[in-house]
């Protein structure tokens, strides 16, 4: 198949706006639940999933938590203006950019631009009973183009340098919840539009597949003898991006910022480089690790910025049937890709992997490593769709049909389904 010519038109459904969830469950475990086994589906409630899980696997988390993104200025002429926050530029570390205190530099998507023609915009507020001004200001000559938007640098400035950005995003920011919700956001979002194990700051959008899960499920996955691990993808505004061009090659895939432990390449290699994935965001990371260790066989002192996985990577290298690249003659396993990483990780004695992706998961897709996944249900004609097709050896339509016709919620706060295919 070549991926590349495949219209997204074949990739449309009817999804009604009621059948968009636009708040979640009082309880997140009591969301429905489809099961797609090897081509039959049944459903069942969320907080059943362990029992229909192979004991001994892993599953694998993305543990990304989502910020207060969006910040509001009013202009002197009464113009609203919007900053959304989208990567941090300086410093260009996600840690780091929330530690930092009096200064720091985003790149941005600014809403109504054309009323923010020059100068800085303020905004007065208090944090711990002080009153603070944060003053922004717009550097144009550093404009980025990124999937297809335009990212604008942003200077933040702060007049007390004893408050964190962390908490400047907490005192005047808003959670950016999908713009599909069609609502504002919610005081109750903060905590519902969060997974329970969210831990490292960074996304605009939440992994939603995630968002089903409680303690009580995640201690049910551990007695049933099934390994949890995490990882870190931050979720980009791009994941909302419409696929507008006629064929997916037209599409520009978003860059998104991973990060991944050595002790998840330690236990890859323990379940045989086998994974259950929670969520499309867990799957864009697992699969590109698998491209990361190809490089490190002809590039084994490749920076971490130069192990970046393109978007048409994939299908551009040349592979064999199973799908795994051919290098000097060679196809390379998914255990030696892991292994190389691992190698890396050793020999610069790094605790962690930091690179980023845009893999882009399409019919003519191989998977390497996510055996079964977890995942919410997706908008029409999206790339999210296209990964789900692309696992189910393009059996989609049963999932969505079934789901239509059953009353599930659909989208970020909606049901979820687990796919083995």
Request: glycine share 6%; charged share 25%.
């Amino acid at each position: 198949m070549d991926t590349k010519n495949i219209h997204i038109s074949d990739f449309d459904y009817n999804l009604p706006d009621e059948r968009i969830a636009k708040f979640p469950l009082k309880e997140r475990d009591h969301s429905k639940l489809l099961i797609y086994n090897h081509g039959q589906v049944s459903e069942d409630i969320f907080y059943n999933i362990t029992k229909h899980l192979p004991k001994g696997a892993l599953m694998i988390f993305n543990n990304t938590r989502v910020i207060q993104a969006r910040i509001h200025f009013r202009k002197s002429t009464g113009a609203l203006i919007e900053v959304f926050l989208m990567e941090p530029a300086d410093p260009t570390d996600y840690e780091l950019m929330f530690q930092t205190t009096g200064h720091c530099a985003w790149l941005c998507m600014v809403g109504n631009l054309k009323k923010w023609k020059d100068g800085p915009l303020e905004r007065d507020f208090e944090i711990h009973g002080q009153k603070l001004t944060l003053t922004v200001t717009m550097d144009r000559s550093r404009t980025t183009e990124k999937s297809g938007g335009t990212n604008y640098w942003v200077n933040f400035d702060w007049d007390n340098p004893s408050v964190s950005f962390a908490e400047i995003l907490d005192a005047v920011g808003e959670l950016p919840i999908p713009p599909y919700l069609n609502r504002k956001t919610e005081d109750s979002d903060k905590t519902t539009y969060q997974t329970v194990y969210s831990k490292i700051k960074g996304s605009v959008a939440a992994p939603t597949a995630g968002l089903h899960f409680t303690e009580k499920v995640l201690h049910d996955i551990d007695d049933y003898g099934i390994q949890r691990d995490e990882l870190t993808l931050h979720v980009g505004a791009g994941t909302f991006k419409p696929v507008k061009s006629e064929e997916i090659s037209g599409h520009n895939m978003h860059t998104e910022y991973i990060v991944v432990h050595r002790h998840t390449f330690e236990r890859l290699l323990a379940h045989d480089c086998k994974a259950i994935a929670v969520g499309t965001t867990s799957v864009r990371t697992l699969e590109s690790l698998y491209y990361m260790g190809v490089k490190l066989v002809t590039n084994p002192d490749a920076t971490e910025e130069e192990l970046h996985v393109n978007q048409w990577e994939p299908y551009d290298l040349p592979h064999n049937d199973e799908g795994l690249v051919i290098v000097d003659g060679k196809p390379v396993s998914v255990r030696q890709s892991i292994q190389n990483i691992l190698d890396y990780l050793d020999r610069d004695n790094l605790e962690a992997l930091h690179s980023s992706t845009q893999i882009i998961i399409a019919p003519g897709y191989t998977y390497k490593i996510v055996k079964i996944l977890v995942t919410n249900f997706h908008q029409p004609q999206s790339t999210l769709l296209l990964l789900v097709s692309a696992f189910v050896h393009g059996d989609w339509r049963r999932i969505y049909d079934y789901a239509l016709g059953h009353g599930f919620r659909f989208l970020s706060y909606g049901d979820c389904n687990l796919i083995m295919p």
